[in-house]
T-cell receptor, first 114, second 113 residues
Framework: DTEVTQTPKHLVMGMTNKKSLKCEQH?????MYWYKQKAKKPPELMFV???????INESVPSRFSPECPNSSLLNLHLHALQPEDSALYLC?????????????FGDGTRLSIL | AQSVTQLGSHVSVSEGALVLLRCNYS??????LFWYVQYPNQGLQLLLK??????LVKGINGFEAEFKKSETSFHLTKPSAHMSDAAEYFC???????????FGKGTKLSVKP
């Protein structure tokens, strides 16, 4: 069982829809991450939050909008996505933003764009 | 800049055989290294990590890895493969103080009965 919970597990949406991905952790971690993973590829970092503030944005298109309402929750708002955005979206957390802290991953949301 | 190279995109072993998954890193500073496993339709699970101290690191599910600075390697081993070990394995190095993970391309492990 994972300690990072992501909902929904699967999402199918059209290019004009607006939807949100949710991530929750109750380990008291203060750093949270969004990754995108295409099939047979490693995860690619999208965003990093530290103490609820955006720390890193890896030049992600504005159709992806992250939000960290509190230390346990991380959202990813989606709008006007493209077919190439279909992927597995992984959330992770670590105790804090430090290079020796392991990241704990959720099981992801599999997103399909029609 | 840090980077990771995993040799072999696909490794196949027989059940009960030794598992050896290779990882070489490049880092301008002392590295922090991680191995993760990903089962189908799941997220990544931490197997083990090297930060400082003992160079032989033991992880979950009988896996271990040895940090060899002279060879810039962090190979993952398991003495006896089990069918349940079939999965994708990622080696990662931490990118400086920001804690970003730089992943290798992954190695898919198949276990034959």
């Amino acid at each position: 069982d994972t300690e990072v919970t992501q909902t929904p597990k699967h999402l199918v949406m059209g290019m004009t829809n607006k939807k949100s991905l949710k991530c929750e952790q109750h380990m008291g971690h203060r750093a949270m991450y969004w990754y995108k993973q295409k099939a047979k590829k490693p995860p690619e970092l999208m965003f990093v939050y530290s103490y609820e503030k955006l720390s890193i944005n890896e030049s992600v298109p504005s159709r992806f909008s992250p939000e960290c309402p509190n230390s346990s929750l991380l959202n990813l708002h989606l709008h006007a996505l493209q077919p190439e955005d279909s992927a597995l979206y992984l959330c992770a957390s670590s105790q804090w933003l430090d290079s020796n802290q392991p990241q704990h991953f959720g099981d992801g949301t599999r997103l399909s764009i029609l | 800049a840090q980077s990771v190279t995993q040799l072999g995109s696909h490794v196949s072993v027989s059940e009960g055989a030794l598992v050896l998954l290779r990882c070489n890193y490049s880092s301008s500073v002392p590295p922090y290294l991680f191995w993760y496993v990903q089962y189908p339709n799941q997220g990544l699970q931490l197997l083990l990590k090297y930060t400082t101290g003992a160079t032989l690191v033991k992880g979950i599910n009988g896996f271990e890895a040895e940090f060899k600075k002279s060879e810039t390697s962090f190979h993952l081993t398991k003495p006896s493969a089990h069918m349940s070990d079939a999965a994708e394995y990622f080696c990662a190095v931490s990118d400086g103080s920001q804690g970003n993970l730089i992943f290798g391309k992954g190695t898919k492990l198949s276990v034959k009965p």
